[in-house]
């Protein structure tokens, strides 16, 4: 068996044990889903009428604006069951067994990040549901949809290799559970919720810079079937850079763990 092979099959194996893992224990996964769901009810329903018509419209122009951003918040909070799960395995004593073994080391973050991009996507299906029981209408054509599933799809891999970092580094599975959450609230000072042009100069400033507002702009265009600019391509790089900041910083972390 090659290593390329061999590495396949031990991340296939580590992969189908956090699947299992996420099926028998699904709190943690539903509350990725959970928590968006009850902010865009509360923002819809509590806010909805007067920022919309803040837009020009009411609370139909505000649910279409609104749900993007809810989509992306909810795939930066998927965020925050990859380094729990992460810091459990590093603290609980399964390492030490799978250190004994005769697989890849790669392969235990690899199974983490692909099971965790999955349960996150899988999560984000209901909140779509419930965006569309309460108003959202999307002019998206199949294609736009497919782009749109793999933007979320990049986003999840990116910020899911930064939490594997932040799981390695923690101490404890509380610690583990408190270090995603500046990824999770970044959305908020974005465009998820309001227009940055809204906002006072300072933090309008930061929300035209920081790499949750392109996302939220290119995913909310192709939703709604308009142009999305240049924004495509930044968030696909802030993606790419992400990711590799993700991956080099979790494997010399895990590297470094394992020698010891």
């Known amino acids: 068996?090659?290593?390329?092979?061999?590495?396949?099959?031990?991340?296939?194996?580590?992969?189908?044990?956090?699947?299992k893992h996420a099926i028998r224990y699904p709190s943690v996964g539903l509350g990725s889903a959970l928590t968006p769901i009850l902010m865009l009810l509360l923002f819809v329903y509590a806010f909805g009428?007067?920022?919309g018509a803040g837009m020009g419209g009411g609370r139909g122009t505000?649910?279409?604006?609104?749900?993007?951003?809810?989509?992306?918040?909810?795939?930066?909070?998927?965020?925050?069951?990859?380094?729990?799960?992460?810091?459990?395995?590093?603290?609980?004593?399964?390492?030490?067994?799978f250190r004994t073994m005769?697989?890849?080391?790669?392969?235990?973050?690899t199974g983490h990040v692909i099971g965790s991009v999955i349960q996150t996507m899988v999560c984000m299906v209901p909140v779509v549901g419930v965006a569309l029981a309460v108003g959202?209408?999307?002019?998206?054509?199949?294609?736009?949809?497919?782009?749109?599933?793999?933007?979320?799809?990049?986003i999840a891999f990116a910020v899911t290799w930064l939490s594997v970092a932040l799981g390695l580094i923690s101490k404890t599975v509380e610690s583990a559970s408190n270090k995603p959450l500046l990824i999770q609230f970044l959305p908020f000072l974005g465009s998820a919720?309001?227009?940055a042009d809204s906002m006072s100069p300072g933090l309008r400033w930061f929300a035209e810079y920081q790499p949750f507002t392109p996302m939220t702009e290119t995913l909310r265009g192709l939703l709604s079937g308009s142009e999305i600019g240049d924004n495509g391509w930044i968030s696909l790089a802030w993606c790419a850079g992400i990711a590799l900041v993700g991956y080099v910083w979790s494997r010399s972390l895990f590297n470094g763990t394992t020698k010891r």
Do not use: Q
Request: charged fraction near 10%; glycine fraction near 6%; aromatic fraction near 6%.
């Open 62 to 97: 505000y649910v279409n604006y609104l749900t993007p951003g809810i989509i992306i918040m909810g795939v930066a909070a998927g965020s925050m069951s990859t380094s729990i799960a992460v810091c459990s395995d590093m603290t609980e004593g399964i390492i030490n067994r």
């Open 136 to 154: 959202f209408r999307s002019g998206a054509t199949p294609l736009e949809w497919l782009a749109a599933a793999g933007l979320l799809t990049a």
């Open 1 to 19: 068996m090659s290593t390329l092979t061999h590495a396949v099959h031990d991340s296939t194996t580590m992969l189908r044990r956090n699947l």
């Open 49 to 51: 009428d007067s920022i």
């Open 102 to 109: 005769d697989i890849t080391r790669s392969s235990f973050m």
């Open 193 to 195: 919720f309001v227009p």
